[in-house]
Structures are given as structure tokens and as C-alpha cells.
């Protein structure tokens, strides 16, 4: 998901995917075979039923609720598990028992329930209610950029409550632009479409999100980018080291801000003890001219790094964030789904390129 908002007065990349490739992993409704239609609208009933009936528990009822359904799912999950183990052994595995590894893993599915129905359970918000379950850190310096005249860029993670980042964004500061990720389920997309709207904020397509962000930009406006999407693969990809492994990330808010000068502000949600969050805005990044949305797209996720080393549990670790094997590397270094690519190399023969053309070294 990615959004955006606008202020009041106060790709041709690599990897080139076929059309017909995104149409099949993404497919219309009218694509749809006879069985699958079925299940897309088993689906579609499971979820509406849980947007009726989430708003109307308690709170405290929801997280428990989420943490029973996020425990089921890991056990069920023996794919995403195998993911999430994977990449935990790769990041933690000479300092973490494997005792350890398996909760972090498992309260990781926890944390995602909890995110999911808390979004349904946001229908109960309003401007004076929603301050009751956040702390705010460093909205005042967003803000003062903001009334210099500029827009800017907010980068977070798939990290605790991202859903609930964006809608205090709506109530904080001001309603503006949704630009949501496309489902496997066509159904399913009008249903998150209207609880990501809850805030205010209108909602767009992906498709030329690049272009209507950009216009959006150039008119004044502020936007707000996953960096850890999992994106439609035509859209453009960067390489960056996370966690100290190479992995393909959007490039989206590098390249808008190498196309408007506006400051990259990285934002994340950190969990309470006492189950509020605190919604962080860091100090706002610059970078001169020359810098390559390499460095750009690095820096942002090493300012957001940390707190997922603080805190594993409340990142998305079951998905193949490390899926390709770069050349070279020992596949020792990587987790056990990894494999080669010859595009992503070609990604990283790039950006080598552009550093040696800039007078630059790479690691």
C-alpha cells in the first residue's frame, strides 16, 4: 500500500515481466475459472463477515482474538512458516535459540492478525478517540517542513500497525491519496479499499501510481511509501542490502524524490507494553544531486532497520524477501529458497556500473 496526502494553505526497469505473467498472478474477474470464482467469493464472505462483526469488540477482546487466529495460522501456514524460519535462522540464528526463533516467528503471524483487525476495528475512530491508543513522536518537524511550502516523502515497512500509520496521517494531519496494492481476489480489494478510506483519504489504483504520485507531488502534496512492498513486478526495483543480504525493493520514493527535491521522511509504528503504539516520524532526509536511488533507497531502510532488530516479532517475515541468490555469494549467507537470477544480477551488474561511472566503491 502506499499513501499520500496534500496539504491545505496552512518503469522501464529490469526485471521485464510479460503482460500476460501479471494478468495470471493477477488475474480479472472475468479470467476466473468456474472453482475459482467459487473460492474468491468464500473468501470474499469470510472477510466482509469479519468487517461486520470486528468493530463491534472490545479492544482488548480483539488482540486476544488476533493472537489466537495468528497462532492458528502458523500452525496452518506450512509454507509462510517455512519463510519466516528461514529468513529468522538467516538474521538471528547465531544469537537467538531456536526456541526463540519459533515464537518471534510465531508472534509475527500474531502481529499481522492483530494489524488486519484492528483496521476492521478502526471504524471506531474519530479525530479525538484514536489519539487514546497512539503516541505521536516527531509529527511537529513533518509538519514544519510541510508549511515551508514543500511535500514530502514517507517511507515505512510492513512493521506493526502500517495500517494504522496511514490512518493517523488522515486524523493527525490531513486526508489525501490511497494508491492500494492489487489481490489475487478481485473481490477482495473494495472491502480494504473502504477501511483504508475510514481516515479520510481517497483512494486511487496502482496502475501509474509512479505517474499520478509524481503529478500529486508537483501540485504540493505529501505521499507515503511500503518500502518493503511486495509490488507488481513491472514496477521499478532497486537493490539494497537489508539485514546485510542483497534484496529487490520498490524504488518508488528515491526516484520521486530525485524528480522533486522533496525531503524523504521515514516512518514506523513501534508496539507498547501496554498495546498502544507509538507512531514515529523521523528527522527528514536530503541527498545532493548525484546520490543514485541506490544510496537513497539504502538510507531509508537503514534509518527503519533498527527497530525491527528491537522488536522481530512485529515484522512481516514470511515472505521471500531474499529470493534471489546473487552471484557470487555463498548460499550459506542466504536462506534455503533462494536462487539465482539472472535479472537481478543484471540489477546489481547495473548499479555497480553506476557507481564506478560516479567515482564511487561498492560493497
Known sequence: ???????????????????????????????????????CRLEYGGLALVARVAPKLSWAMLRRLAWVLGGLVYQLDRRGRGYALANLNMVFGREKSPEEIRRIACDSYRYFARTMLELFWAE????????????LAGYERSRDVCYEGNGVIGVCAHYANFEWLSLTGGFEVTQGIIVTQRFRNPLLGAVFDRLRASGGHRIIPQKHSLLA???????????????????????????????????????????????????????????????????????????????????????????????????????????????????????????????????????????????????????
Open 124 to 135: 471506531n475512530f474519530n479525530r479525538r478517540t484514536f489519539r487514546d491508543m497512539v503516541d
Open 213 to 363: 504520485t509524481l503529478r500529486h507531488l508537483k501540485g504540493g502534496g505529501s505521499i507515503g511509501i511500503l518500502t518493503d512492498l511486495q509490488l507488481d513486478p513491472r514496477h521499478p526495483l532497486v537493490p539494497i542490502k537489508s539485514f546485510g543480504r542483497w534484496c529487490p525493493v520498490t524504488k518508488m520514493h528515491a526516484v520521486l524524490h530525485k524528480r522533486t527535491g522533496f525531503p524523504i521522511i521515514p516512518m514506523e509504528c513501534v508496539p507498547l507494553p501496554d498495546g498502544r503504539y507509538r507512531m514515529v516520524m523521523h528527522e527528514p532526509l536530503f541527498f545532493p544531486p548525484e546520490a543514485t536511488e541506490q544510496e537513497i533507497a539504502q538510507k531509508c531502510w537503514d534509518v527503519l532497520e533498527p527497530q525491527i532488530r528491537r522488536q522481530p516479532e512485529a515484522w512481516l517475515w514470511a515472505y521471500k524477501h531474499w529470493r534471489n541468490l546473487p552471484a557470487g555469494a555463498d548460499p550459506a549467507d542466504y536462506p534455503s529458497y533462494a536462487s539465482r537470477s539472472e535479472s537481478f544480477d543484471q540489477i546489481l551488474q547495473d548499479e555497480v556500473a553506476a557507481r564506478t561511472a560516479g567515482g564511487k566503491n561498492t560493497a
Open 1 to 39: 500500500m502506499c499513501w499520500a496526502r496534500r496539504l491545505p494553505s496552512f518503469r522501464a526497469s529490469r526485471p521485464q515481466v510479460r503482460t500476460e505473467d501479471v494478468a495470471k498472478k493477477f488475474p480479472e474477474w472475468e479470467d476466473l475459472g468456474r472453482w475459482a470464482r467459487v473460492r
